[in-house]
Structures are given as C-alpha cells and as structure tokens.
Nanobody, 121 residues
Framework: QVQLVESGGGLVEAGGSLRLSCTAS??????????MGWYRQAPGKQREEVAS???????NYVDSVKGRFIISRDNAKNTVYLQMNNLKPEDTAVYYC?????????????WGQGTQVTVSS
C-alpha cells in the first residue's frame, strides 16, 4: 500500500472548475506501474468510481462526467490529477484518490483521506 494525499477541493459555483491533485508517497517506479483512480461519495449515496487511468494509460470515466472531467498523471511527480470543468451541483461529494499497485485498476487497495467538493447552484 501507499500513502495518498489529495488536495484541491473547495466550494465553486455551478459551471466552474476545480483541479484535484493526489500525490503518492512511494517510488516513481511503483507509482508508474500503478493504476490510479478518483472516486466520490455524496451524502446518502454509495461511493462510485469517477475516473481511472491504468499503468498503460487507458482511461475510463463514469458516464455522468464524460466530456467534463479529465484524469491525467505525472509519473515524475508521483501525482494524478482530476480536472473538473462545468461542475454541477450533483458533483458535490467527497472525492477520494485510490491506487491499485497491480496496475490494471481492478483492485484499488490504497486510499487517500478525501477532499470535499461542493458545487453551489
């Protein structure tokens, strides 16, 4: 497992943008071989995967954020980003960063502490 620290959450008006960052405390070689994901959990709802990027650069998004969110990674900085554009009130949630050290994105076993994103209407 690795330690993950998220940042970049906050309060934004609908239509605005935020960029979340997640930095992993591990070696660059381990990070580059890991799949990274962003999850979110809204009050009263189950945690859902928002976006992921595996060790091969294959990216997946949940349908509700396609065309608005962009996941990217900088292996030199051990950091994964989530650029969130055209935010909607329904995007309000705690966002969590996750890592799958096996690299495929099928088993996220390391989690960050979460960062709150609140979108006002």
């Amino acid at each position: 497992q690795v330690q993950l620290v998220e940042s970049g959450g906050g309060l934004v008006e609908a239509g605005g943008s935020l960029r979340l960052s997640c930095t992993a405390s591990t070696s660059s070689s381990i990070f580059s071989r890991s799949a990274m994901g962003w999850y979110r959990q809204a009050p009263g709802k189950q945690r859902e995967e928002v976006a992921s990027i595996n060790r091969f650069g294959i990216i997946n998004y949940v349908d509700s954020v396609k065309g608005r969110f962009i996941i990217s990674r900088d292996n030199a900085k051990n950091t994964v980003y989530l650029q969130m554009n055209n935010l909607k009130p329904e995007d309000t949630a705690v966002y969590y960063c996750a890592a799958d050290l096996r690299g495929l994105g099928a088993s996220f076993g390391s989690w960050g502490q979460g960062t709150q994103v609140t979108v006002s209407s």
